[in-house]
Structure formats: structure tokens, C-alpha cells
């Protein structure tokens, strides 16, 4: 049974950074792309990052490119989200998610974690 | 950024109805390469669809997607009590990934 279970979020200040943790069981971790979501009330779900299994090729939102950093360690199974200069329109609940590809580049996701929320505000 | 537009906002019907959602894209999604999710409150969302038309793994047959280019539809024949959610599209066809603002589906 494929588990995904995200780790990290909480309160922190703008300007902040904080590091996400998504822990993988039950498939292969090594052979799969994983990417993170997030989701706001106001602005619904997002897509923020994504890694190939290989960890050799990585893509960003604009909403986070230079701020944001996605990789992965498959001694441990587990992918991260390392979020620099937070900003509050960060504040979300974030999905770690296994990624299915379609063709390089181009994913769709099948399992999703049960998500982490962070919050920026001073 | 390919903006994905869902219609309606809200879909008010009766278990045992065929439910109809929208979804339609700012310009053509490639390869038909377009998700649908099921997203019930406190749970994460769920694959529905993939490719426009696939069923994911453990997916009921009442659950279809059809269409190709800018227009998408998901439909659901035979409304059961769980089906009752917010639907959302997602396209994958260009590198930075897009969501619809959602459909919910709820109880008339």
C-alpha cells in the first residue's frame, strides 16, 4: 500500500524558511517523479515543484523559482521541500504527491499524503 | 500558463442523477494530457482520471472523461451518497502544471 506522509509545517515568521519532509512506503521510491501541491482556501490547489525519480531534473512553479528547492534521498525514501524567504502568500496546506509520467517533463499524480500546513504571519 | 476554467461552480443534485462537470482550458492542453480529482472535506484528493478518458486504478465505471483540445467533461452516471465532493481538472500538458478552482458537487 502506497503511504506518503508529509512532516515539517508550522508557524513561521515572513522572510523565514522552513523544510518540508515527505515520507514514502510502499512503492519503489526510487523509480518514481514525486511532486509537491499545495492547497489555499482562496486560491485552491497549486502545483509547486516536481523531481524526476532520478532526482537529476527538478521544475517550479514561477510562484516559487529561486525560493523554493525540491529534492530527494532515496537511502531514506523520502523526498523535501526547503522553502526559503517566505512570504504569507506561502500559507497553505502542502501535498507531497507520487507522480506518474506521462512524458518527461509532463506528470500527473496518483497518490497524494494527507498534507502539512504551514503558516507564514508574524 | 494554460488557465483551466471549471463550470458550474456548484452542481446541486439527487443521488441516482448523472452529474456533468466542465473544465476548460485557456489553450490547447497537449495530448489530451488532463486529470480529474475527487476531493472530499479533510481528505486529500483522489485520482479519478488520467489522459482525458483513462480510469485510474479502483475507480468506478460510473466515472467518465471525455473530450480533447480547450473542453473536457467528467461525468457521473448514477450519483451514489460518496460521490458528493469537489471535482477539480488539471492539466499536465505544458511543464508548469494547472488547476481548475473546482467543482462541488453537492446534495439537492
Not at chain 1, 43 to 51: C, D, M, Q, R, T
Not at chain 1, 76 to 100: G, H, I
Not at chain 2, 30 to 52: D, F, H, M, N, V
Not at chain 2, 81 to 97: H, I, K, M, R, T
Request: proline share 3%; with cysteine; glycine share 12%.
Amino acid at each position: 500500500e502506497v503511504q506518503l506522509l508529509e512532516s515539517g509545517g508550522g508557524l513561521i515568521q515572513p522572510g523565514g524558511s522552513l523544510r518540508l519532509s515527505c515520507a514514502a512506503s510502499g512503492f519503489t521510491f526510487s523509480s518514481y517523479a514525486m511532486s509537491w501541491v499545495r492547497q489555499t482556501p482562496g486560491k485552491g490547489l497549486e502545483w509547486v515543484s516536481a523531481i524526476s525519480g532520478s532526482g537529476g531534473s527538478t521544475y517550479y512553479a514561477d510562484s516559487v523559482k529561486g525560493r523554493f528547492t525540491i529534492s530527494r534521498d532515496s537511502s531514506k525514501n523520502t523526498l523535501y521541500l526547503q522553502m526559503n524567504s517566505l512570504r504569507a502568500e506561502d500559507t497553505a496546506v502542502y501535498y507531497c504527491a507520487k507522480a506518474v509520467v506521462a512524458a518527461k517533463g509532463h506528470y500527473y499524480f496518483d497518490y497524494w499524503g494527507q498534507g502539512t500546513l504551514v503558516t507564514v504571519s508574524s | 500558463e494554460i488557465v483551466l476554467t471549471q463550470s458550474p461552480g456548484t452542481l446541486s443534485l439527487s443521488p441516482g442523477e448523472r452529474a456533468t462537470l466542465s473544465c476548460r482550458a485557456s489553450q490547447s492542453v497537449r495530448s489530451s494530457y488532463l486529470a480529474w480529482y475527487q476531493q472530499k472535506p479533510g481528505q486529500a484528493p483522489r485520482l479519478l482520471i488520467y489522459g482525458a478518458s483513462s480510469r485510474a486504478t479502483g475507480i468506478p465505471d460510473r466515472f467518465s472523461g471525455s473530450g480533447s483540445g480547450t473542453d473536457f467533461t467528467l461525468t457521473i452516471s448514477g450519483l451514489e451518497p460518496e460521490d458528493f465532493a469537489v471535482y477539480y481538472c488539471q492539466q499536465y500538458g505544458s511543464s508548469l502544471y494547472t488547476f481548475g478552482q473546482g467543482t462541488k458537487l453537492e446534495i439537492k
